[in-house]
C-alpha cells in the first residue's frame, strides 16, 4: 500500500462510492469548513498499487492552550473495514505518523462504530484508551425514513404525531430558505440561547457551514412561520442514504403552534426525497436507554430537555464507540487530561 493526501476531488470521488455512506464529519466540506476556524486539514489515504483506494483518513489538527504541541483528531474515521486487520493497522499507523509530524501530542479518534465489547477490545489492542473528552455525542436517536409519510409518522410517539398535525391545524406554514436567511436563523439561535441556556455558534460559523455544503445541495435550511414570521428553524445535512440534524433554534412567541416540530417533520420530508433512509437526530444525553427512560420526563440539566424532544419523532437510540486517544507525549497527555477533567 501507499499514502498520499489528495485532492479534494479525488477524496470527494472516494468518499461518494462508499456504502453506505461515510459520516458527514469525514467528506471534504467539513474539513474545509472546520479549517476557516482554527483547524488544519489533512486527508490520507491506502491506495493499492494497482490503484485501488481501500481506505481513507481526515485528519483535522488543532493547537490547544498548552505550548506549541497540537491535537490530531480523526473526527467519524478513518473510512474503511474495520474488520480489515492489515488496512486498519496501516491506516491508524499511517495517522499517528503524520500526527507525530505534525508536532501532535495526542491522536484523538471517534470511529463511526457501534459500542460493542469487540469494538473496544479492538482499539485497546490498537493502542488506544477511552478519552476524558468527547467531541461528538456518543448518543443518538436515528429515525428511521423507510416506507410512506404515515408510516413514519406512525412510528413517533402519539403526542409528537399530534403536534405535528396540530401544527398545520394551527396555519405554520414550512419552506426552505437560502443564504438570504441566515440572519433570521443566527436571531433564532440567539433567542433560543438566551431561553434555554446552550451555547450557540457565531453568525460566520453558520454560514460557513452552510455555505459550504450548499453548493453540492447537501444542505436546507428548514423554516417554520406563522404570516410569515419565522418562528423555529433547523439546518439538516445528508450524505448518501444518511441524514444529519445539526442545528436547531425556536422563537419565544407563538409556541402553542409547535412550529418546531414542523420544522423537524419538514426537515424529515427533505431527506426522504433526497434518498435518505436514516435521519440522525444527533445528541442526546451520554445515558444508558434504560437511564433515559427512567429520567427523561424529571430531568432538565445538559441534554435531558433535547432528549424528551427527540424521542418523540420513535426511532432507535443508536450509541458508537465514542471517543479515544492515543497520547504520544505522555508528559502533554497528562497535562491534557487534567486541563479537561477539573
Not at 461518494?16 to 474539513?31: K, M
Request: proline share 5%.
Amino acid at each position: 500500500m501507499s499514502s498520499e493526501n489528495l485532492t479534494t476531488e479525488e477524496w470527494n470521488a472516494f468518499i461518494q462510492s462508499q456504502t453506505p455512506a461515510p459520516n458527514l464529519l469525514q467528506t471534504s466540506q467539513w474539513g474545509d469548513f472546520k479549517s476557516q476556524f482554527g483547524w488544519d486539514t489533512m486527508r490520507l489515504v491506502a491506495r493499492r498499487k494497482d490503484g485501488t483506494i481501500d481506505g481513507a483518513s481526515q485528519l483535522l489538527f488543532k493547537s490547544l492552550p498548552m505550548g506549541v504541541s497540537r491535537m490530531a483528531y480523526i473526527p467519524k474515521g478513518p473510512v474503511m473495514d474495520w474488520h480489515n486487520a492489515n488496512l486498519r493497522d496501516y491506516l491508524l499507523s499511517l495517522s499517528t505518523e503524520f500526527a507525530l509530524s505534525r508536532n501532535s501530542f495526542l491522536l484523538k479518534i471517534e470511529p463511526d462504530l457501534p459500542d460493542t465489547p469487540e469494538n473496544r477490545a479492538m482499539l485497546t489492542e490498537l493502542g488506544f484508551q477511552p478519552s476524558p473528552q468527547t467531541i461528538q455525542p456518543p448518543n443518538t436517536v436515528e429515525i428511521d425514513l423507510s416506507g410512506t409519510e404515515d408510516e413514519i409518522l406512525g412510528r413517533m410517539k402519539q403526542k409528537t404525531r399530534y403536534n405535528i398535525r396540530l401544527s398545520a391545524r394551527k396555519d405554520i406554514t414550512t419552506r426552505i430558505g437560502t443564504a438570504d436567511d441566515l440572519a433570521a436563523f443566527q436571531a433564532l439561535n440567539e433567542l433560543t440561547s438566551e431561553r434555554d441556556g446552550f451555547g450557540v455558534h457565531s453568525a460566520k460559523y453558520y454560514a460557513s457551514v452552510y455555505n459550504s455544503f450548499v453548493t453540492t445541495d447537501q444542505v436546507a435550511l428548514i423554516f417554520a412561520e406563522y404570516e410569515q414570521q419565522p418562528l423555529a428553524a433547523v439546518m439538516v445535512f445528508r450524505q448518501g442514504e444518511r441524514a444529519w440534524y445539526l442545528y436547531g433554534a425556536s422563537s419565544n412567541a407563538e409556541r402553542n403552534r409547535m412550529p418546531a416540530y414542523a420544522a423537524q417533520w419538514a426537515a424529515m420530508q427533505w431527506a426522504k426525497e433526497q434518498g435518505c433512509t436514516r435521519y440522525d437526530m444527533v445528541g442526546i444525553p451520554d445515558a444508558t436507554e434504560e437511564q433515559l427512560e427512567a429520567e427523561f420526563q424529571t430531568r432538565k440539566d445538559g441534554l435531558w430537555p433535547v432528549y424528551r424532544f427527540k424521542r418523540g419523532f420513535g426511532g432507535d437510540i443508536v450509541r458508537s464507540v465514542g471517543a479515544w486517544d492515543k497520547p504520544l507525549s505522555k508528559f502533554l497527555y497528562r497535562l491534557y487530561v487534567r486541563r479537561v477533567t477539573r
